[in-house]
Nanobody, 119 residues
């Protein structure tokens, strides 16, 4: 089991910036990747950015060049630096941890943090 606690959401104007933080606790030694997903009202949850233990990162096309993901393994934390925010970035942002236990994969989620970008 992994527990994830997010912080850093809020209301920001178009063009503004936010930093989201997520702290992990529990069975952190099995974490293979950490990342951020988001879900806007009436839409499916989508990947925003993810960083694997190898350092490999992947981003949604819509955030490339604007968002940056980083991890602090010593603090078991993952961050999302969101710049040049747009109204279409408005969503609930969820921290995700992917665990590998043998040949099985498990996803764990935080409670979500609201990001609202005003036009």
């Amino acid at each position: 089991q992994v527990q994830l606690v997010e912080s850093g959401g809020g209301l920001v104007e178009t063009g503004g910036s936010l930093r989201l933080s997520c702290l992990a606790s529990g069975s952190i030694s099995n974490i293979a990747a950490m990342g951020w997903y988001r879900q806007a009202t009436g839409k499916e949850r989508e990947l925003v950015a993810r960083m694997h233990n190898s350092g490999f990162t992947d981003y949604a096309d819509s955030v490339k060049g604007r968002f940056t993901i980083s991890r602090d393994n010593a603090k078991n934390a993952v961050f999302l630096h969101a710049n040049s925010l747009r109204p279409e970035d408005t969503a609930v942002y969820y921290c995700n941890a992917l665990l590998l236990v043998g040949s099985f994969e498990y996803d764990f989620w935080g409670q979500g943090t609201q990001v609202t970008v005003s036009s």
